[in-house]
């Protein structure tokens, strides 16, 4: 275990959450995201008290797929809600098309908060959304190339390995070693307009 060694305590809850990411035959990339939640005990259901809701079993089992561009705007978005404990939870679903066309490079967060914030959509769903653009960064290569030789990866000045006064920097990129990183851009959403040659596709999962 790679933590200290913990005090005594029972397991409760129990969270799994994955993401992948693919690149497609069309020049697009599928962003998959599922969350998983579950408890590690037996408990009365919560949509049916006469039922036991077994240790394991999930009460909250959810899919995302993003698909975007080599910009990172979003060209189609599909969800599912294989597990959920209200009835009216599926309702949440057709809001996650709001976020077509908006772009993760620039104002991810606000554009959830303000198409998906709220009673608007699900929490479990927003939280799959929010990390779902880590996922993307990490799996399309363009997004930290630069056309302007001039200009640093985003990546650099956003975190302590990739400070631009840091070891990592001045290894791997000595040209830009020492620069004072601008201040960011206004974060506002973004609504970049969807790749011309992009046939839009919309299409949302109903739940069992």
Known sequence: MPLSPPA?????????VN??????DDGLWDIEGELHDSKAYDAP?????????????????????????RQLVVQ????????????????????????????MARGWRQAIQKHL????????LRELLFN??????????????????DEPPRHLGQCTGWDFNGSGVKEY???????????PAAMATDTSPQSPTTEISVKSASSA
């Not at 597990?83 to 976020?99: D, F, I, N, V, W």
Request: with cysteine; hydrophobic share 35%.
């Open 8 to 16: 005594p305590r029972t397991l409760k809850h129990v969270r799994r």
């Open 19 to 24: 993401y992948q990411g693919f690149e497609r």
């Open 45 to 69: 259901s919560h949509r049916d008290p006469t039922r036991t809701r077994l240790a394991g079993e999930a009460i909250h089992h959810m899919w995302l797929r993003v698909t975007v561009n």
């Open 76 to 103: 189609a978005v599909d969800v599912s809600m294989d597990s959920h404990p209200l009835k009216g939870c599926t309702e949440a679903q057709a809001a996650l098309q709001r976020m077509v066309g908006c772009g």
């Open 117 to 124: 914030g709220g009673v608007e959509s699900c929490t479990h």
């Open 132 to 149: 779902l653009a880590t996922a993307a960064f990490q799996s399309v290569p363009a997004v930290f190339s630069s056309s302007n030789p």
């Open 173 to 183: 990129f000595p040209q830009f070693y020492g620069r004072v990183p601008q201040a």
